[in-house]
């Protein structure tokens, strides 16, 4: 059976969790990180001490968006990992791209989710929420050509910004229009492995 360390609460984990939970595989769940710590085995499987980390028989892997393509490509007949290198590439494109948004929406989550009201730096989260509006207009470009980040179908290129888009859209701030983006995380929110595993409370 897979085994998955890490939080649910991470960005990074609910990525690999709702993968998993897309690819209908059995798996193990084990807390790892935060509040609940990292033991020294932990650490013997990954020296980053960051999570997630999974265990696939015998192989181990850690960095999110690595275990993503592992898993994907592991079961091609579930059709998450194009065949077309070209289509892969396109779907590829987004979950690095997912890096550089991540760094901008990091002061909005960590301000208003993990500080304390009065700990707050509000221009800080003023520049984060400025800097996601501009990187999202990307996003919703590029969902006006096509229904999915990963093409003409849901796919391993919609994960990565998927998990971030609930944050963008449950954080207490004021948000530009942006359609096309909307509908795709409204559309995401039909898929299980989504509303269970993503759609958790921020913490």
């Known amino acids: 059976?897979?085994?998955?360390?890490?939080?649910?609460?991470?960005?990074?984990?609910?990525?690999?969790?709702?993968?998993?939970d897309e690819l209908?595989?059995?798996y193990e769940r084990i807390d790892t990180g935060g509040a609940f710590g990292m033991d020294h085995a932990y650490v013997a499987k990954n020296p980053n001490r960051?999570?997630?980390?999974i265990e696939d028989g015998d192989f181990i892997l850690w960095e999110s968006n690595a275990i993503l393509r592992y898993l994907a490509d592991a079961h091609p007949d579930t059709g998450m990992w194009p065949g077309s290198p070209r289509q892969r590439?396109?779907?590829?494109?987004?979950?690095?791209?997912?890096?550089g948004y991540a760094d901008a929406q990091r002061d909005?989550?960590?301000?208003?989710?993990?500080?304390?009201?009065?700990?707050?730096?509000?221009?800080?989260?003023?520049?984060?929420?400025?800097?996601?509006?501009?990187?999202?207009?990307?996003?919703?470009?590029?969902?006006?050509?096509?229904?999915?980040?990963?093409g003409s179908r849901f796919g391993i290129g919609d994960i990565p910004m998927g998990v971030y888009a609930h944050t963008w859209f449950a954080l207490p701030i004021e948000r530009p229009e942006l359609c096309?983006?909307?509908?795709?995380?409204?559309?995401?929110?039909?898929?299980?492995?989504y509303a269970s595993r993503v759609m958790i409370p921020l913490t």
């Not at 960051?50 to 980390?53: F, K, M, N, Q």
């Not at 590439?89 to 890096?99: K, V, Y």
């Open 24 to 26: 209908a595989l059995p």
């Open 180 to 193: 096309h983006l909307a509908d795709w995380h409204r559309r995401l929110q039909e898929r299980p492995g």
């Open 108 to 150: 909005a989550f960590l301000n208003l989710v993990r500080k304390a009201p009065d700990k707050r730096d509000a221009a800080a989260v003023a520049r984060s929420v400025s800097a996601c509006a501009r990187l999202l207009t990307i996003v919703n470009d590029a969902l006006a050509a096509d229904p999915w980040l990963s």
């Open 1 to 20: 059976m897979l085994r998955i360390w890490g939080r649910l609460n991470s960005h990074n984990v609910k990525k690999v969790v709702w993968l998993a």
């Open 50 to 53: 960051l999570i997630p980390t």
């Open 89 to 99: 590439a396109l779907a590829d494109r987004w979950m690095d791209w997912q890096f």
